[in-house]
Nanobody, 122 residues
Framework: VQLQASGGGLVQAGGSLRLSCAAS????????MGWFRQAPGKEREFVAG????????FYADSVKGRFTISRDSAKNTVYLQMNSLKPEDTAVYYC????????????????WGQGTLVTVSS
């Protein structure tokens, strides 16, 4: 299984970025997908998740209303649209996959991507 994340970069506060994660080696429709992030000196935290079948989405309170997670089964890809970015959103963002139902703790996920760095300047 491979999860290839991309789309990170440097953006000014208030700006937008869209992260992508291309999944291979798994039956995409059977996996819940998600995003975590880790800022320097901080613990890894849940950002957003989307269910495998019914597409139910859920978010951390810190990003609710600003970030949107989505999935494209035709492309085996999950996205994270990030709007109204803040300096505190600066982190390495990781794409994750879990067979079955969704989860919000990192140890419940089966697979992790390599991470993509998002830097938001003030």
């Amino acid at each position: 299984v491979q999860l290839q994340a991309s789309g990170g970069g440097l953006v000014q506060a208030g700006g937008s970025l869209r992260l992508s994660c291309a999944a291979s080696g798994l039956t995409f429709s059977s996996y819940a997908m998600g995003w975590f992030r880790q800022a320097p000196g901080k613990e890894r935290e849940f950002v957003a998740g989307i269910a495998s079948s019914d597409g139910i989405r859920f978010y951390a309170d810190s990003v609710k209303g600003r970030f949107t997670i989505s999935r494209d089964s035709a492309k085996n890809t999950v996205y994270l649209q990030m709007n109204s970015l803040k300096p505190e959103d600066t982190a390495v963002y990781y794409c994750v996959a879990r067979r079955g139902y969704s989860a919000t703790t990192y140890h419940e996920y089966d697979y992790w991507g390599q991470g993509t760095l998002v830097t938001v300047s003030s």
